[in-house]
């Protein structure tokens, strides 16, 4: 029998199969997969160890699709990151439990973080902080993908809390908005942060 021309299997063929399942079904498990991909279980295992692989495979494919942010300014390397991460997890929104609770092991994925690593270090921020500030940028992005819920509101609530009240009736559920505030307060956080290790030293 004739090999196919384009291979069934490829690790950007089941990274990109993981995502469409995922979004779908809120999980990704092997049988399902191979189904998805016209293929069977045992094909899956030749290129991939398990379900941390292919769950590894996608969180690598989504940092692909976001580019690396290649800036020399920090500021400029933590505002891209957040919202390329920012972007990506609403858009994938169900696969973010299944990425928290995989150790991040692969070096594609890592490599996305470390022009803002480098940023960070010509920034001058200590190299104990650089770890904790990613981790930041990750759980604001995380936080924006999730969204609030639909404020509660009802006449004795707007009685009983005017300020609550009025921040209900301001509030836009708008992600762009969210996201450039939260770009705003965590590069205004670092840059404060940043001058007060400068005034220590």
């Given at each position: 029998m004739a090999r196919p021309k384009v291979p069934l299997l490829s690790a950007e063929i089941i990274a990109d199969g993981?995502?469409?399942?995922?979004?779908?079904?809120?999980?990704?498990?092997?049988?399902?997969l191979a189904k998805s991909l016209g293929v069977a279980p045992s094909s899956l295992y030749g290129h991939v160890g398990g379900r941390g692989d292919v769950i590894d495979l996608a969180r690598r494919r989504m940092l692909e699709q976001m580019g690396t942010p290649d800036?020399?300014?920090?500021?400029e390397a933590v505002s891209t990151l957040l919202r390329g991460l920012a972007g990506l997890y609403i858009k994938h929104r169900r696969i973010l439990?299944?990425?928290f609770d995989t150790k991040f092991a692969d070096e594609r994925s890592i490599a996305a973080?470390?022009?803002v690593f480098a940023a960070l270090i010509r920034g001058g921020f200590p190299?104990?902080?650089?770890?904790?500030?990613?981790?930041m940028i990750e759980f604001q992005a995380f936080g924006l993908?999730?969204?609030?819920?639909?404020?509660t509101m009802s006449d004795a609530i707007r009685d009983a809390l005017p300020a609550y009240a009025?921040?209900?009736?301001?509030?836009?559920?708008?992600?762009?908005?969210?996201?450039?505030l939260a770009v705003s307060v965590l590069v205004g956080g670092l840059e404060k942060l940043r001058t007060k290790s400068d005034r220590g030293s």
């Open positions: 993981a995502l469409a399942l995922v979004d779908t079904t809120g999980d990704i498990q092997m049988v399902q800036a020399h300014d920090w500021r439990p299944l990425i973080y470390e022009p190299f104990d902080q650089l770890l904790p500030i990613i981790g993908a999730q969204r609030l819920p639909a404020p009025v921040s209900v009736d301001n509030w836009r559920d708008d992600c762009d908005v969210a996201t450039e």
